[in-house]
């Protein structure tokens, strides 16, 4: 069992940055893959990054360079780092966990999400 935590989302203005933060405990952090995913309100759950053992990333079309993923294993804690903020980034942000098994089974965990609102 994996627990995730998030943090750092709030009200921010266009244009501005925030940080955010995904603390995990309950197993050991640097098997997983980690990732971020939003959810609008009306709209699907997308893809905002991810980021492998290895540290490889890969991030959703619509990040364009904006946001970083990165990961601390020391600290067992995921980050992402959001510049350039627009209006349709406003979403809660949840963190992902997930290794595949050898049977092939998903292992997989969700954060509760963090709001992140950006409006001037």
């Known amino acids: 069992q994996v627990q995730l935590v998030e943090s750092g989302g709030g009200l921010v203005q266009p244009g501005g940055s925030l940080r955010l933060s995904c603390a995990a405990s309950?197993?050991?952090?640097?098997?997983?893959?980690m990732g971020w995913y939003r959810q609008a309100p009306g709209k699907q759950r997308e893809l905002v990054g991810i980021?492998?053992?290895?540290?490889?990333?890969k991030y959703g079309d619509y990040v364009k360079g904006r946001f970083t993923i990165s990961r601390d294993n020391a600290k067992n804690t995921v980050y992402l780092q959001m510049n350039s903020l627009n209006s349709e980034d406003t979403a809660v942000y949840h963190c992902?966990?997930?290794?595949?098994?050898?049977?092939?089974?998903?292992?997989?965990?969700w954060g509760q999400g963090t709001q992140v609102t950006v409006s001037s």
């Open positions: 992902n966990a997930n290794r595949v098994l050898e049977s092939g089974y998903v292992e997989a965990y």
């Open positions: 309950g197993s050991i952090f640097s098997i997983y893959t």
């Open positions: 980021i492998t053992r290895g540290g490889s990333t």
